[in-house]
């Protein structure tokens, strides 16, 4: 395939390479697409929507997910426009009325992605009836947190831990608004697992579901990730990272 | 009888299952199915058990079972009744019904009983609109529960009788066919099709494909809604670079409304398995699997005697109908509660055993299906379909119908008329001749396709079924003068929010929110501001959800706000805004508490205002 291949960003030229799809291409560009579940190292899942962008093209005229959609020649894409950035805000309100999100008392504030995407997007309110679950913690670990208050059920965890560490600790269970994070133990703790400190599942939590011990105020408030600058910054810069996800359990999916 | 490690299985259970499972992490969801029916739940040693067995992570056995509502860690009784909860067996009084059976057994709804003897809920339709109410008991479906009827099994469940020594005739379903047309009254006999394939001829690909011609000629499109040409799907199938090829028939006939598969696969099952393995030849695959949904779990046996009768007859296994290399089975995988699992890539997430939640396209089943080989799904209806077109010919089935709509549609006629059940209609029939024909009076609304369709008022009953006009899946749900239906989009809108896999945000949280408005208005707490609230989400909804679910689940609310906004409306307060948090309900817990009702332990919102 020759290099010169470009769709078309907001009207901008974007060159891609075969097999990408449009927000990774576009994030090799230094374009960026707001995300939350997409994760540069890894497959991509097309599951938070944040990244829905509206695909005009030969015979299109639809929204689609910029993680999933491949790249092609003469694609028109529309990402920075107040309708689509109507739309993602609305849906990370969705996800701030679905959890229990507290961010003046929470550890992660600063380190977040979803607060830093509401900032980013100037998400001003909930704007709708929060869902107040109750969703216990798990401290039964001695030096992880799992606080699912703050859960947004962007899996990276879930394809970390099976991926990369070769585990499988965390899984999904229920469905629609009840789906939730469960952990690989018969007594359903993460105690009772074979979770490590070092684990890359410890690591890719965008919010603060995923906590370790007695290290939660280490980095202060004003020096945190998203505290210089914004997730657009962050995220062009974390772009170019070769994927990690190769390593694979038996029992993942058989493809390939 | 049970075995000492606590998991509640007889070890000769046990073994069957482990005999069929172990070892196929793809087995997963049959192998735990296969428990919930023998316990009535997945005793917690089970769930090690079967993770162990299988090569699973017990978390995703335990994510496997939190996806099907029929599977159950906690135990819910020896006896696990579910009322069929669509609108029309609302109409029928189901939760009445409801009502009186957990009087009689002394239980809560959603709750097992202290004695642990019987649990009873509400379920989505289990496809038996025509004669409903419907319940199922440990799985097994009943049809027209009147209250005598319900009085007696009340008393075998009291009785502690166990559901195999019920009478057979509450198990009765009819098949309720009011109209036939070329379908069903096909008249081949088992193998026509097959042959009338072969004689196309055998020896080379091309002549393989002569019956992929015929499918392209008829101008076949896919009958669950969608409208796909068969014909081309097939070919993108056929072509596709793959070690192996499938054929999958979509037998997860879950929208609300729609029953004619029920019918198809209990009176016409040859049609079904021929039409499967006709798609089997023109595309070259050699395995086929039918996808039952849960419900349906009393066709089981019958299909399985079919398949084995036609094994026997060289209709099935290798060299059918002693045609060297033409070699094709199929086996039965039961679902366990997931409508979603009717959309084709779920169904095939689910058939690998997993949770079914749609994929990610492209690629696309005929590419990238069932364990990423080239897969075909298709409707019971359309296998049925290519089986007639197999023997009559292509031309034969496109002169019936309409030009961009072949052939003829089987319609789930349930709700308000004389004669609900299947009647089988050439494309292009007016939904006034079908209100005729099945004896309904005094409509005000028709919904075609069920949920995930369109409702139409009496403006619009000239409208045809067909592709270009009013597509349809079947279903044809009828509503008179009487009927609320904001009430019908409300029961809707709890399905969907009931049904979604809950992958991707806006269909997650969108349809909850969806619900909770439609409530906050039911319960007479609604303005106008709500309304433009379901408008918001129906847009979200419809940019943004990841399959057609979530594309879907706003169109009960958007046609209804479109045709009988009057009927929110009235509901609705004259304030522009009131919040949604409702300071009464929010008592509720205290009434029970302390055994109160009286009006002194209720905040009024009306008497402040």
């Known amino acids: ?256 | 009888m049970t075995n000492p490690r606590g998991d509640g299985l007889p070890e000769a259970a046990w073994a069957a299952i482990l005999a069929r499972h172990a070892g196929k992490p793809h087995h997963l969801l049959q192998a735990l199915r296969e428990i919930q029916e023998a316990c009535q739940a997945i005793p917690p040693a089970a769930v090690a058990r079967v993770a162990d067995a299988l090569g699973v992570p017990l978390a995703r056995v335990r994510g496997v079972i939190g996806f099907y509502a029929f599977l159950t860690e906690q135990p819910l009784g020896r006896y696990r009744v579910l009322f069929s909860d669509n609108i029309t067996d609302r109409m029928l009084g189901n939760q009445e019904l409801l009502a009186a059976l957990c009087e009689k057994l002394w239980v809560e709804q959603g709750r097992m009983s202290e004695d642990g003897l019987v649990s009873v809920d509400t379920t989505s339709c289990t496809g038996l609109c025509d004669q409903g109410p419907a319940i199922l008991v440990n799985g097994r479906a009943i049809a027209h529960v009147t209250p005598q009827r319900l009085e007696r099994i009340a008393k075998l469940i009291l009785a502690q009788t166990p559901v195999e020594a019920w009478p057979e005739e509450l198990f009765a379903i009819e098949d309720h066919i009011r109209r036939r047309d070329i379908l069903l009254d096909h008249g081949l006999k088992p193998g026509d099709a097959l042959r009338a394939a072969l004689a196309r001829g055998a020896e080379s690909q091309a002549e393989q494909a002569a019956t992929l011609e015929e499918i392209k000629r008829a101008n076949l499109r896919g009958r669950g809604g969608a409208g796909f040409s068969t014909g081309l799907k097939w070919e993108a199938c056929r072509n596709a670079p793959g070690k192996i090829r499938y054929v999958v028939c979509n037998a997860d006939e879950g929208e609300p409304g729609t029953f004619k598969d029920r019918v198809l696969l209990r009176a016409y099952a040859d049609l079904v398995f021929e039409g499967m393995t006709v798609c089997a030849y023109a595309i070259g695959a050699s395995h086929g699997f039918l996808y039952l949904r849960g419900e349906y779990r009393f066709l089981l046996e019958p299909l399985n005697e079919t398949l084995a009768r036609r094994r026997a007859a060289k209709l099935l296994g290798s060299a059918i109908l002693g045609q060297a290399g033409f070699d094709f089975d199929i086996d039965i995988h039961l679902g366990a509660g997931a409508y979603v699992c009717g959309e084709e890539s779920a169904l095939i997430e689910s058939l690998e055993g997993k949770r079914g939640v749609p994929r990610n396209r492209p690629p696309y089943p005929v590419t990238h299906g069932y364990l990423q080989q080239p897969t075909t799904v298709n409707n019971v209806e359309t296998f049925c379909a290519a089986a007639l077109i197999a023997r009559h010919g292509g031309d034969w089935y496109r002169a019936i119908g309409t030009a961009k709509s072949a052939g003829t549609k089987l319609l789930s006629v349930a709700g308000d008329c004389a004669r609900p059940g299947i009647y089988e209609v050439p494309f292009g029939t007016t939904v006034r001749q079908v209100l005729a024909v099945c004896g309904a009076v005094d409509t005000l609304a028709v919904q075609i396709s069920g949920p995930s369709g369109v409702c139409i008022d009496a403006s619009e009953f000239d409208r045809r079924i067909a592709f270009e006009d009013l597509p349809t899946a079947g279903a044809f749900t009828v509503f008179d003068q009487s009927r609320d239906m904001f009430e019908v989009a409300r029961n809707y809108t709890h399905f969907f929010a009931h049904e979604s896999c809950g992958f991707c945000t806006p269909c997650r949280v969108g349809t909850a929110m969806l619900k909770a408005t439609m409530d906050k208005i039911a319960d007479g707490h609604g303005t106008p501001y709500d309304l433009a609230e379901i408008e918001k989400l129906d847009r979200v909804l419809h940019q943004s959800a990841h399959c057609g679910l979530g594309h879907t689940a706003c169109n009960p609310t958007l046609d209804t706000l479109k045709r009988f906004r009057p009927m929110y409306e009235r509901r609705l307060k004259s304030l522009d805004f009131e919040p949604a948090f409702d300071l009464d309900g929010a008592l509720a817990t205290a009434r029970r508490m302390t055994g109160r009702d009286d009006a002194g332990a209720h905040l009024s919102m009306e008497s402040e205002a």
């Open chain 1, 1 to 256: 395939m020759s290099e010169s291949a470009t769709f078309l960003l907001d009207g901008e030229e974007t060159p891609f390479q075969p097999g990408q799809t449009v927000i990774q291409a576009a994030l090799a560009a230094g374009r960026y697409i707001p995300h939350l579940c997409y994760h540069p190292e890894f497959k991509p899942h097309g599951s938070c929507k944040v990244c829905t962008v509206k695909v005009n093209g030969p015979g299109l005229g639809r929204f689609a997910a910029a993680c999933t959609l491949p790249a092609q020649a003469g694609l028109e894409v529309a990402s920075d426009t107040e309708e689509i950035n109507d739309l993602r805000r609305t849906l990370v309100q969705m996800l701030f009325a679905e959890g229990n999100h507290f961010c003046p008392s929470c550890e992660k504030s600063g380190n977040c992605a979803l607060q830093a995407l509401g900032y980013d997007l100037e998400v001003m309110t909930a704007g709708f009836r929060h869902f107040f679950p109750d969703r216990p913690v798990d401290a039964s670990h001695p030096d992880i947190l799992l606080d699912f208050n703050r859960c947004i059920l962007c899996e990276l965890c879930v394809r970390a831990s099976c991926e990369v560490d070769d585990k499988c600790v965390f899984a999904l269970s229920g469905r629609g608004i009840d789906k939730h994070l469960v952990v690989n133990a018969e007594s359903g703790l993460l105690a009772d697992t074979d979770v490590a400190l070092t684990d890359k599942a410890l690591e890719v939590c965008p919010v603060g579901v995923i906590l370790k011990k007695r290290v939660g105020f280490a980095q202060p408030i004003g020096r945190r990730r998203y505290d210089p600058e914004p997730i657009s910054a962050q995220a062009l810069r974390d772009a170019p990272r070769p994927p990690t996800g190769a390593g694979r359990c038996a029992a993942c999916e058989a493809e390939e």
